[in-house]
């Protein structure tokens, strides 16, 4: 069968990758494990416009949230599915100086940072001493119903092998790739964290970065906002909430931890008022690197290779706008924005 993209995953990076080119008219396979505990998939799915302790925009932002915006609604509309909400994140402020910087804030970040009204309305819900912030507008994409309806639809159209795609079973030259009977253009990966043991694409940046998070039932709080103090709480389903995540840069094992589990509930039983009883415990390893910038593009040496990774904590409000960009720049040749090109790594990936 001869394919223009053999595409490896199918997380967010690869469903919205695959969607653009199929939009481009390339014909696209996309081959994916169904791994449950893959980045995508324990996901909160946050889109929030700043970010770290100091509050500052985050990169990009301005043009990142209409695009996805758009590219989520259009997505809305084909499946006839709910997948982008937008909601607000109240802060819980941890400490006198939390409260102060946030409040310092909004001169600079008018935009998004307010002082939430009817702080006293929150009380019968938390604990809490030093205030609320509320950074508005945020938005919450669900996406797993995304990566659900995109897999229905590439099954249904013969594009997807539900399987575990192996570099053994591929022949590679400059402008050809063969795996098994297939016969493509080009590989691109969107294998997510795993691409760092990849041999094109090891000596990338890479900088994993395990995630936990619990989910927990927590009958009666409204599920129409995000709350966070020093943890998030989102909402998940019905009546289940998301509760994460750390961040862990130096974990020599995926396995969940009892140390996380312990600190979270410690935090929750002060925190909370109201109670929860918690279903699940979630881990997964982000797709991060030391530059904070996505890998996008074509392997300099091997052309017929590219990568569509790297989207760190940020791919709910990253991928959609780079997806599409990589997309033309494969289909038109269109330049890849020098930021994210993996041509700037041309002098390692050449070693
Ligand atoms: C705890 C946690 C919370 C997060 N919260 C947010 C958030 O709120 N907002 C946000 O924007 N981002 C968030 N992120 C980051 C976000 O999850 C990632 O940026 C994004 O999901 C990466 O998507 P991806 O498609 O590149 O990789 P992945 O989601 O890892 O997808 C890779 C896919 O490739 C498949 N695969 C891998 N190897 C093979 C193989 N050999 N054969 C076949 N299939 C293979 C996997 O099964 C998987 O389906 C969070 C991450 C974590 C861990």
Same mark, same amino acid.
């Given at each position: 069968m001869n394919i223009d993209y053999l595409i490896i995953g199918q997380g967010i990076s690869g469903t919205l990758l695959s969607r653009s080119l199929i939009k481009e008219g390339k014909k696209v396979i996309v081959i994916d494990d169904g791994d449950s505990s893959s980045s995508s998939k324990v996901a909160s799915g946050v889109i929030n416009p700043v970010t770290g302790k100091r509050l500052v925009k985050t990169w990009m932002i301005d043009q990142f949230l209409p695009f996805a915006w758009?590219?989520?609604?259009?997505i809305e509309d084909e499946f006839s599915i709910s997948l982008i909400t937008?909601?607000? @994140?109240?802060?819980?402020? #941890?400490? !006198?100086?939390?409260?102060?910087?946030?409040?310092?804030?909004?001169? @600079?970040?008018?935009?998004? #940072?307010? !002082?939430?009204?009817?702080?006293?309305?929150?009380?019968?819900?938390?604990?809490?001493?030093?205030?609320i912030g509320e950074i508005d507008p945020c938005f919450l994409v669900n996406i797993r119903v995304m990566l659900g309806n995109w897999r229905a639809y590439l099954a249904e159209s013969n594009s997807l092998l539900q399987n575990k795609f192996s570099l053994d079973d591929c022949t590679i030259t400059e402008h050809h790739v063969s795996y098994k009977n297939i016969s493509a253009k080009k590989l691109i990966f969107c294998d997510g964290a795993v691409c760092s043991d990849n041999p094109y694409f090891n000596r990338l940046p890479w900088s994993k970065d395990k995630g936990e998070v619990l989910i927990a039932s927590i009958p009666g709080l409204p599920a129409n906002n995000i709350y966070?103090?020093?943890?998030?709480?989102?909402?998940?389903?019905?009546?289940?909430?998301?509760i994460g995540a750390t961040h862990d840069w130096k974990f020599t094992a995926m396995q969940p931890s009892a140390s996380f589990l312990k600190q979270t509930e410690d935090h929750l039983n002060y925190w909370l008022k109201l109670p929860y009883t918690i279903i699940d415990h979630l881990v997964a390893a982000r797709p991060a690197n030391v530059e904070r910038r996505p890998f996008v593009g074509l392997h300099p040496i091997m052309p017929s290779v590219g990568i569509f990774n790297g989207m760190g904590t940020k791919g709910c409000s990253v991928a959609p706008y780079f997806a599409h960009r990589f997309?033309?720049?494969?289909?038109?040749?269109?330049?890849?924005?020098?930021?994210?090109?993996?041509?700037r790594f041309t002098k390692i990936l050449s070693r």
């Amino acid at each position: 069968m001869n394919i223009d993209y053999l595409i490896i995953g199918q997380g967010i990076s690869g469903t919205l990758l695959s969607r653009s080119l199929i939009k481009e008219g390339k014909k696209v396979i996309v081959i994916d494990d169904g791994d449950s505990s893959s980045s995508s998939k324990v996901a909160s799915g946050v889109i929030n416009p700043v970010t770290g302790k100091r509050l500052v925009k985050t990169w990009m932002i301005d043009q990142f949230l209409p695009f996805a915006w758009n590219a989520y609604r259009e997505i809305e509309d084909e499946f006839s599915i709910s997948l982008i909400t937008k909601c607000n @994140i109240l802060d819980f402020h #941890l400490t !006198k100086d939390a409260a102060q910087l946030f409040n310092e804030r909004p001169e @600079i970040e008018k935009e998004y #940072l307010h !002082k939430a009204d009817n702080e006293d309305n929150w009380t019968e819900y938390f604990r809490f001493n030093y205030g609320i912030g509320e950074i508005d507008p945020c938005f919450l994409v669900n996406i797993r119903v995304m990566l659900g309806n995109w897999r229905a639809y590439l099954a249904e159209s013969n594009s997807l092998l539900q399987n575990k795609f192996s570099l053994d079973d591929c022949t590679i030259t400059e402008h050809h790739v063969s795996y098994k009977n297939i016969s493509a253009k080009k590989l691109i990966f969107c294998d997510g964290a795993v691409c760092s043991d990849n041999p094109y694409f090891n000596r990338l940046p890479w900088s994993k970065d395990k995630g936990e998070v619990l989910i927990a039932s927590i009958p009666g709080l409204p599920a129409n906002n995000i709350y966070k103090q020093g943890i998030n709480i989102v909402p998940w389903q019905g009546d289940l909430f998301w509760i994460g995540a750390t961040h862990d840069w130096k974990f020599t094992a995926m396995q969940p931890s009892a140390s996380f589990l312990k600190q979270t509930e410690d935090h929750l039983n002060y925190w909370l008022k109201l109670p929860y009883t918690i279903i699940d415990h979630l881990v997964a390893a982000r797709p991060a690197n030391v530059e904070r910038r996505p890998f996008v593009g074509l392997h300099p040496i091997m052309p017929s290779v590219g990568i569509f990774n790297g989207m760190g904590t940020k791919g709910c409000s990253v991928a959609p706008y780079f997806a599409h960009r990589f997309a033309k720049h494969l289909a038109h040749n269109s330049p890849l924005m020098p930021e994210v090109d993996i041509k700037r790594f041309t002098k390692i990936l050449s070693r």
